[in-house]
Structures are given as structure tokens and as C-alpha cells.
């Protein structure tokens, strides 16, 4: 079963930068379309990013310029460098996997994904 281990999550105040790390130890990440996810109080899972494993990128138009997502194919390691954080950033953050092609206008939509981390807490705030 593959799973994830997140980790970079914190308190960081407006205009701040943080970047978040996922890994799984014994997968190979590069084998998958990554995603990366978040969910803030009361609010539905909405998706921020996705990497496909030929590097294809795409963005939620909410965090375009602003976030960027990499992967280290050595580390095996998937990454969501976040700049000039705002409040309406708060949110608990995850990556997720598919094992299989997600369709080109869903890469942002959870039910695509089959593998899910626990998330990782980010607030934004002064």
C-alpha cells in the first residue's frame, strides 16, 4: 500500500514562504501522477497542483506565480515550494497519487487520486 509522509507545514505570516515536502518510503513516486491538495475549516478538498511523471505541470489559478511544484526524482521526493503566502492559504495540506492517467480536465479533482497522505497544517497568519 503506498503511503505518503508529508512534512514542512507550519505557522508562517502573510507574504511568507514554506515549502512542503512528500515522500514514500518503498514507492517509487516517479511511477505517478502526483497531486497536491488542501482543505481549509469548512471548506471542500480543493486541488493546487499537479505534477505528471513526464513533468507536465498544472495549477489552481488561486496559487499560480506563487506556488511551484517539483520533484526530486533521487530523493524520491515531491515538493510545493509556497511564496507570498496568504490568510486564504490556511488550509491542511496533502499530496496525493494516481496509479492511473487522470483525465487532462481533472488532474484537480480528488476523486482521480487513489493514494492519500495525512496532510500537513498550514497557517497563514500575522
Known amino acids: 500500500q503506498l503511503q505518503f509522509v508529508e512534512s514542512g507545514g507550519g505557522l508562517v505570516r502573510p507574504g511568507g514562504s514554506l515549502t512542503l515536502s512528500c515522500t514514500s518510503p518503498?514507492?517509487?513516486?516517479?511511477?505517478?501522477?502526483i497531486g497536491w491538495f488542501r482543505q481549509a475549516p469548512g471548506k471542500e478538498r480543493e486541488g493546487v497542483s499537479f505534477?505528471?511523471?513526464?513533468?507536465?505541470?498544472v495549477y489552481a489559478d488561486s496559487v499560480k506565480g506563487r506556488f511551484a511544484i517539483s520533484r526530486d526524482n533521487i530523493e524520491n521526493t515531491v515538493y510545493l515550494q509556497m511564496n507570498s503566502l496568504r490568510p486564504e492559504d490556511t488550509a491542511v495540506y496533502y499530496c496525493?497519487?494516481?496509479?492511473?492517467?487522470?483525465?487532462?480536465?481533472?488532474?484537480?479533482?480528488?476523486?482521480?487520486?487513489?493514494?492519500w497522505g495525512q496532510g500537513t497544517q498550514v497557517t497563514v497568519s500575522s
Open positions: 496525493a497519487a494516481a496509479s492511473l492517467p487522470v483525465l487532462p480536465d481533472r488532474v484537480l479533482v480528488e476523486d482521480q487520486y487513489d493514494y
Open positions: 518503498g514507492f517509487t513516486l516517479d511511477y505517478y501522477w
Open positions: 505534477m505528471k511523471n513526464n513533468g507536465n505541470i
